[in-house]
């Protein structure tokens, strides 16, 4: 198998692997995703089917450069969402304030008839509050490392060379 097919389908089986981790979480311990926590599995859903896209372009031989371009946007992606999850985590840790729409102090709540309604209707989980912790990190500093891991791989397929035939 060419460098670029294992770098691609490795690169989708993670970016997939995520993302059922990340359901799992939600659907069945009941931690529900912040605004960041949702804008960073948009790295990991492009790059599930553009993997697999250049794992069958290499795999059926297409051109170098074609496949080479479709690993670019892999890490491209992966990196893009690295520096999204140092973000998210900076905010989690108080480094720096976060988007309004999940941080900060809860203000607006309409007028004080319809308050109650409000406050039973929205649920508005917090970006700077962290829900789970392993080793010290958040689910937002493990997608860092996971995003980092998923550009280097798309960098090794890119700088490897495939055996002569």
């Known amino acids: 198998m060419s460098p670029a097919v294992t770098a691609a389908l490795l690169a989708a089986g993670i970016a997939a692997a995520t993302l059922a981790g990340a359901w799992y979480m ?3 311990w009941g931690l529900q995703p912040c605004e960041l926590c949702l804008k960073q599995r948009w790295a990991y859903y492009a790059i599930v089917p553009l993997a697999v896209l250049v794992a069958g372009l290499a795999g059926r031989g297409a051109s170098r ?3 080479l371009a479709g690993l ?6 992966a990196l893009g969402n690295a520096g999204l999850g140092v973000y998210h985590s900076g905010v989690e ?3 720096w304030p976060g988007p309004t729409e999940c941080t900060g102090p809860i203000g607006n ?3 004080a008839g319809s308050l109650l309604e409000r406050l039973d209707s929205v649920r508005v989980v917090r970006c700077d509050e962290v829900q789970w912790r392993f080793l010290g990190l958040s689910l937002a500093g ?3 490392l996971i995003s980092l891991l998923i550009a280097a791989i798309a960098g090794w ?3 490897r060379k495939p ?3």
Do not use: D, E, P, R
């Open 26 to 28: 939600q659907l069945v």
């Open 65 to 67: 450069g074609l496949v």
């Open 72 to 77: 670019v946007l892999i890490a491209l992606a």
């Open 93 to 95: 840790w108080g480094f």
């Open 109 to 111: 709540l309409g007028s």
């Open 142 to 144: 493990y997608s860092v």
């Open 157 to 159: 397929g890119i700088t």
């Open 163 to 165: 055996a002569a035939a």
